[in-house]
């Protein structure tokens, strides 16, 4: 592990650029056990790459009982990877993690418990994963993607894009909002019911148009939804 040193001044560093709340390196060094874990993972990926499969399995169980922070050794995590606060973190053996990463407590980067082989996701360059988000199975996460807080994430993501909910849908997608005007593409149980009702809308829609003429609706359904969405006020 030659640059092992040069690689914790380096995550030191980027912990001092991304969280306003570090106060200064001695802080860093001591109090930020998401820095620990990845350091404990360092050495373990390392044990595991040269035939120490136990040993690394058992080092990561002390490291997750030190800083509540679970990093299969065998799992690719690239550099200057930030784990914010850290409690609950799972990151499974064939995860791959890019670079300038960062990851907030909670989040697990996890199998379905369907798949076998490569069975937990990718998350490319620059991803940020909000306190909670579940990311499962063989998927990846395009560069730049923002997921939110408490999303379950079971599909791949293009890069750019920010993902919300559960089952996690786009809301963003290199910087313009989407909306979803088809329930399915949300694919979640409440999506059949909310098809029905789009397509009795579209009915009505047509019905109304058969009884005022073409000029009842100026635009197409889609176009509408869009236009009510941006123009919703949401402060209550
Ligand atoms: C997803 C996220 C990155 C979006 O941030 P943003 O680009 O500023 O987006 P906005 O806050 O404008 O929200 C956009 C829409 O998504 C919704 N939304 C935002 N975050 C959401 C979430 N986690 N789950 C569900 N919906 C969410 C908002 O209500 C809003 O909906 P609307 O436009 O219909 O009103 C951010 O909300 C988030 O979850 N960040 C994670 C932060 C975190 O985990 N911090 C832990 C610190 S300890």
Redesign the pocket.
Same mark, same amino acid.
């Given at each position: 592990m030659p640059h092992l040193l040069s690689l914790i001044r380096e995550d030191v560093a980027t912990v001092l650029e991304r969280d306003p709340a570090a106060k200064s390196r001695l802080e860093i060094y001591l109090c930020y056990s998401g820095l620990h874990a990845v350091w404990f993972y360092r050495m373990n990926h390392w044990l595991w790459n040269h035939g120490f499969l136990l040993l690394a399995r058992w080092l990561s169980q002390v490291a997750r009982w030190l800083t509540g922070i679970e990093i299969h050794p065998g799992a690719h995590i690239g550099r200057r990877l930030f784990i914010?606060?850290g409690m609950g973190v799972v990151i499974g053996e064939t995860a791959i993690v890019g670079e300038d990463v960062t990851l +907030?407590?909670g989040v697990t980067l996890g199998g379905t418990g369907k798949e076998h082989g490569k069975r937990h996701p990718t998350l490319l360059n620059n991803v940020?994963? /909000?306190?909670?988000?579940k990311i499962l199975g063989n998927i990846t996460v395009g560069s730049n993607c923002?997921? /939110?807080? /408490?999303?379950v994430v079971l599909r791949n993501v293009p890069e750019h894009s920010? $993902?919300?909910? $559960?089952p996690g849908h786009i =809301?963003?997608r290199n910087g313009e909002?989407v909306v979803i005007t088809d329930p399915k593409q949300i694919n979640d149980p409440l999506s059949e019911a909310l098809a029905a009702v789009a397509t009795e809308v579209n009915k009505l829609r047509e019905r109304v148009q058969k009884l005022e003429g073409p000029e009842a609706f100026r635009e197409p359904l889609s176009a509408s939804l869009q236009r009510i969405?941006e123009n =919703?006020d +949401?402060q209550i």
């Amino acid at each position: 592990m030659p640059h092992l040193l040069s690689l914790i001044r380096e995550d030191v560093a980027t912990v001092l650029e991304r969280d306003p709340a570090a106060k200064s390196r001695l802080e860093i060094y001591l109090c930020y056990s998401g820095l620990h874990a990845v350091w404990f993972y360092r050495m373990n990926h390392w044990l595991w790459n040269h035939g120490f499969l136990l040993l690394a399995r058992w080092l990561s169980q002390v490291a997750r009982w030190l800083t509540g922070i679970e990093i299969h050794p065998g799992a690719h995590i690239g550099r200057r990877l930030f784990i914010d606060h850290g409690m609950g973190v799972v990151i499974g053996e064939t995860a791959i993690v890019g670079e300038d990463v960062t990851l +907030y407590q909670g989040v697990t980067l996890g199998g379905t418990g369907k798949e076998h082989g490569k069975r937990h996701p990718t998350l490319l360059n620059n991803v940020v994963v /909000g306190g909670g988000a579940k990311i499962l199975g063989n998927i990846t996460v395009g560069s730049n993607c923002r997921i /939110g807080a /408490g999303s379950v994430v079971l599909r791949n993501v293009p890069e750019h894009s920010t $993902v919300v909910g $559960v089952p996690g849908h786009i =809301i963003f997608r290199n910087g313009e909002r989407v909306v979803i005007t088809d329930p399915k593409q949300i694919n979640d149980p409440l999506s059949e019911a909310l098809a029905a009702v789009a397509t009795e809308v579209n009915k009505l829609r047509e019905r109304v148009q058969k009884l005022e003429g073409p000029e009842a609706f100026r635009e197409p359904l889609s176009a509408s939804l869009q236009r009510i969405m941006e123009n =919703i006020d +949401y402060q209550i």
